[in-house]
């Protein structure tokens, strides 16, 4: 059995309605992406060549995001949720020409590890007909219970509203994740479950139970109860986000980057974090951004879809929006927003200032209160500023504009027209002097006041 010839067939049929929203269960995000692309992208880190998803009736946002990930991906649609093993019925057609190994994953359980995956197919390839993965419940109110027969070995599971009081005092139980190593056995199996339950449903777990009668092995991989948590509410999805945020800091950090107080750092799925970066407090980075080595994150900055290059300081209290790209040594200070504009090596935008749509050149200086006006109420347009230029500070740039390479721009200036390089432009209205004038008006006032 190749890792490769295994498909994964994604169960997220069910309406979620204890998340009480709009938006099929799945699609909610976990650190910045969908708890279904969490799963897909564990499934393909464990070598699985193949997945498929099982989609509800009106789920087309489900199978467009599957899609999305992975344009290869097969959707089914089950027409009416009669229970996991219907569930799977939907996807036969996946299955049903070939003899590979099937695997049965849950779109709302997006903890699962890697390891845990391939230990599973480990226990496929050394013999066993179907693999569980189980846990240890500190709570197992809810969850099938896993039962062994006297020599220990798995016999079959039983549903929580089907157990016997005996059974139900159990703690280790089903995580719902499912193999089997051919899928001609899934095939045979479902066709032998029924729905005489107390669900009146078609339970996948009935599976185990059926293989036993037919001599086959049924097998457990024990895995934490972390990593199977399903999501069913928006409490359970906020334990979710903690514990991926808690794995994804300590990647982070393990790979040689400090963060000063990681609970209050909060990365993306897709970060990148290089060495000897430094983190401060209160930090948050949504999908899309490279950190490279030795650059300073202070504290209070919110960053997205930009990348950080070595060396540079960002913040305190900084924006970076998408398409922000600063070269190495580059300094953004507090309360500065840059979206979409590359800023080159050495350059300083340390105050107070917007830079949209804008390239600003290696070692330039732009001033406290600097705004690139981008937009003119119908288009976006974009602002060159030359490497070495000095942008006096309360300046506003009108783009289209460009400054050239060592040109000086008067504070206070409103600059409508290009600038050439190593020039001087000023727009601000002359200095008007008037010797005197405020010892007169405060003598006046005074007189009147003493009146
Ligand atoms: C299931 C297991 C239980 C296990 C628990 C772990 C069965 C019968 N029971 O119970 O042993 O402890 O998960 O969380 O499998 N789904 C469909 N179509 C359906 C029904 C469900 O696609 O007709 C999907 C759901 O979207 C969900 C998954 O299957 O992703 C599990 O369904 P759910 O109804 O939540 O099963 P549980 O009762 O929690
Ligand atoms: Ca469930």
Not at 55 to 76: N, Q, S, T, W, Y
Not at 204 to 220: K, W
Not at 317 to 339: C, M, Q, S, T, Y
Request: hydrophobic share 45%; proline share 4%; charged share 20%.
């Amino acid at each position: 059995m190749t890792q490769a010839s295994v498909l994964a067939i994604i169960l997220a049929a069910g309406k979620g309605t204890r998340m009480k929203s709009a938006l099929p269960k799945v699609l909610h995000r976990l650190a910045g992406a969908p708890m279904l692309a969490h799963v897909l992208r564990s499934v393909a880190a464990a070598g699985i060549g193949r997945a498929c998803v099982v989609v509800g009736p009106d789920m087309d946002k489900v199978g467009a995001a599957a899609r999305a990930i992975d344009p290869k991906l097969d959707v089914f649609v089950q027409p009416e949720q009669l229970g996991t093993a219907d569930a799977l019925k939907a996807a036969r057609a996946a299955f049903e020409g070939s003899d590979g190994a099937v695997l049965v994953l849950y779109g709302d359980t997006p903890l699962l590890r890697t390891e845990t995956l391939k230990a599973v197919l480990g226990e496929l390839e050394a013999g066993a007909d179907v693999v569980v993965i189980g846990f240890e419940a500190e709570d197992p109110t809810g969850y099938g219970r896993l039962l062994f027969d006297d020599h220990g070995q798995l016999a079959g599971i039983r549903e929580e509203k089907d157990a016997s009081p005996a059974e139900r005092a159990l703690t280790l139980c089903n995580s719902g994740i499912l193999a089997f190593r051919a899928s001609k056995t899934l095939g045979r199996l479902l066709s032998k479950i029924g729905n005489d339950n107390a669900k009146g449903e078609f339970y996948l777990t009935d599976a185990v139970a059926l293989a036993r009668n037919e001599g086959l092995h049924a097998r457990v991989v024990l895995s934490n109860a972390e990593e199977v948590l399903g999501v069913n509410s928006r409490a359970e999805l906020a334990t979710a986000e903690a514990l991926m945020q808690r794995r994804l800091r300590a990647a982070v950090m393990a790979n040689g980057a400090t963060l000063v107080a990681p609970d209050t750092v909060f990365l993306s799925h897709d970060t990148e974090v290089g060495r000897d970066v430094l983190i401060e407090p209160n930090v948050v980075i949504g999908p899309g951004v490279t950190i490279d080595n030795g650059v300073t994150i202070r504290a209070f900055c919110h960053i997205e879809a930009a990348k950080i290059g070595p060396g540079a300081t960002v913040g305190p209290f900084a924006r970076l929006r998408p398409g922000a790209a600063l070269a190495k040594d580059a300094h953004v200070g507090n309360f500065v927003e840059i979206k979409q504009a590359e800023i080159a090596e050495g350059a300083k935008v340390n105050h107070l200032t917007y830079i949209g749509d804008a390239s600003v050149g290696a070692r330039a200086n732009v001033g406290a209160g600097t705004i690139t006006c981008n937009y003119d109420g119908f288009a976006k347009h974009r602002t060159e500023i030359g490497a070495g230029a000095f942008i006096g500070s309360n300046s506003s740039l009108v783009a289209p504009v460009k400054i050239g390479d060592g040109a000086y721009i008067g504070s206070g200036s409103v600059i409508t027209k290009d600038v050439p390089a190593d020039a001087l432009a000023l727009t601000r209205t002359p200095q008007e002097e008037k010797a005197g004038w405020a010892a007169k008006v405060r003598a006046r006032r005074a007189r009147d006041k003493s009146k």
